[in-house]
């Protein structure tokens, strides 16, 4: 069974830039698919950056394209989110997620990952 263990988040201030980090460990028959979710308070959890495995193609969630980049380290098993030009918005808990079920998921429904990491907050100051 894959288990996902996210760190990286922290407080910054507005502007800022950060990384985390979602290192996954066990055994999965396969990858589809890995997705970076978030989930301030009172607010639903919403997508924020997938990377299909096969191809390494990223998607992005509008609010943060341009400003988050996804990527991947093989070797490691580990997958990145690094976020730039911050904004108090991008307060929430972001959660790792891995889908090992789906071929092929729809990457911004967060129902198509059935792997979840523990979640890592990250609080930007304005």
């Known amino acids: 069974q894959v288990q996902l263990v996210e760190s990286g988040g922290g407080l910054v201030q507005a502007g800022d830039s950060l990384t985390l980090s979602c290192a996954s460990s066990?055994?999965?028959?396969?990858?589809?698919?890995m997705g970076w979710f978030r989930q301030a308070p009172g607010r639903e959890r919403e997508f924020v950056a997938a990377?299909?495995?096969?191809?390494?193609?990223?998607y992005y969630a509008d609010s943060v394209k341009g400003r988050f980049t996804m990527s991947r380290d093989n070797g490691k098993n580990t997958v990145y989110l690094q976020m730039g030009s911050l904004k108090p918005e991008d307060t929430a808990i972001y959660y790792c997620?891995?889908?090992?079920?789906?071929?092929?998921?729809?990457?911004?429904?967060?129902?198509?990952?059935?792997?979840w990491g523990q979640g890592t907050q990250v609080t930007v100051s304005s």
């Open positions: 990377i299909r495995w096969s191809s390494g193609t990223t």
């Open positions: 066990g055994r999965a028959f396969s990858t589809y698919a």
């Open positions: 997620a891995a889908n090992t079920q789906i071929r092929f998921p729809t990457m911004t429904l967060d129902r198509h990952y059935n792997i």
